[in-house]
């Protein structure tokens, strides 16, 4: 059994166990028995790459040299339509839509057969290969979000859905008054494609790198309910480790019903994200 295959059976296993992968590290970490050591390497590389998330490693998977102009092409045509329909618009736009968008629009033009044939292949690969061990929570590449079931957040740019997530950052908002502000809401899953890809792009081509900080598209909990916050005033530092220094997040941690997505040590293959709020 490989490193990649022998992580996804110990994710697997303490996923399913119960056991808090930060625990389950320590277990694992102070072993003494022979038969552990394997495990303890093991556990070791993971932990190193997840700290040093944006940086390649050598057994990250790469798409292959043929196919980086199609991933150029692609994203591109991507950055393209999300400045024609706005910002705003592309967090909630569907596949069939971002298609039809970019067929009546010359400034997108229309995707190539080849460029529709490279998502869809990513939105339906396993990507447990590249180290991503996440559930998918979004099955089908063509599923949309319905306007009549979100809600737009004045100053933020960005959309919650009704029900619980917005119930739970109204609370926060009581709770924490204006210092905390919603960083990212929603995102479709012609959103989470620009993102990753975007991050793969920057990188050589490196799915490996990119699922270490931007679930793939499908597997991202922004599409079901979970949203990103802030503390205002503190910029991009919002999206790394520094946020957990900020009062806004002392904070969340205090009011006891607030539950990070990926918390430090955990054995999905993604950084610690202090920022990203679980709802679902």
Known sequence: MNRRDFL??????????????????????????????????HIKDYLHKMRDFNKPHHDDVYLARNELPILNSTVKRLRRLQRTVGHGNFH??????AIRYASNY??????????LHF????????????????????KNLTESVSRRHVTKIRG??????RG??????????RELGSQVILTSGIRSVVKQFLLFLNKAYSNAGNLSLASRS????GYSYHGVGDFDVGQVGFGIANFTERFAT?????????LGYIQIRYERGNMLGVRFEPWHVKVT
């Not at 992968?21 to 495990?39: H, K, N, Q, W």
């Not at 900020?246 to 205090?254: G, K």
């Open 92 to 97: 909630l736009l569907s596949f069939d839509s």
């Open 164 to 173: 619980e997530p917005e119930r739970m950052y109204a609370k926060i908002r």
């Open 8 to 41: 996804k059976a110990i994710s697997a296993g303490v996923i399913g166990a119960g056991i808090a992968p930060d625990v389950f590290a320590e277990i694992a970490g102070s072993a003494s028995s022979a038969r552990m050591t394997t495990l303890d390497d």
């Open 246 to 254: 900020t009062r806004v997040y002392r904070h969340l941690m205090d």
């Open 106 to 115: 010359s400034r997108v033009g229309a995707f190539t057969r080849d460029e």
């Open 214 to 217: 931007l679930a793939p598209p």
């Open 119 to 138: 998502l869809e292949r990513m939105f339906y690969e396993d990507c447990s290969p590249y180290g991503f061990f996440g559930q998918k929570p979004v």
């Open 156 to 161: 933020s740019g960005n959309y919650l859905y």
